[in-house]
C-alpha cells in the first residue's frame, strides 16, 4: 500500500490519496450472495469496472459487491472472494 500527495485544486491543502492495492472493488455477477456461495469450485463470473486496471486475480482476495444497477439482476451484496487458479474456493 503506498500514498500519493497531490497539490489542492483550492484552499492551499494537501490532498493524500491512499492507493489501496490489497482493496479493490469488483462487480460479482450473481443474483444473491447465496448464488455467489453455490459457485465454490466454479470460474469466478464478474464485471471489470476499473479504469486504472484489471481488478480480478486468479489467485488471492477479491473484494466486491452486485450492484444491480449494473447487473439488472438480484438486491445488492457485498463479498469478500477468495480464489485459486481462477476458481472459487471461499466466499466471506
Do not use: C
Not at 493524500?16 to 443474483?31: G, S, W
Not at 480480478?56 to 438480484?74: E, F, V
Amino acid at each position: 500500500m503506498g500514498s500519493k500527495s497531490i497539490a489542492p485544486i483550492t484552499g492551499g491543502f494537501i490532498i493524500n490519496l491512499m492507493i489501496l492495492k490489497d482493496f479493490i472493488m469488483i462487480v460479482f455477477n450473481y443474483p444473491s450472495k447465496k448464488a455467489l456461495k453455490e459457485s465454490i469450485g466454479k470460474k469466478l463470473a464478474y464485471i471489470e469496472t476499473s479504469m486504472f486496471g484489471l481488478e480480478y486475480t486468479a489467485n488471492g482476495t477479491l473484494t466486491g459487491a452486485n450492484r444491480p444497477h449494473i447487473t439488472g439482476q438480484g438486491k445488492e451484496f457485498f463479498a469478500n472472494v477468495t480464489m485459486s487458479d481462477g476458481l472459487i474456493i471461499e466466499v466471506k
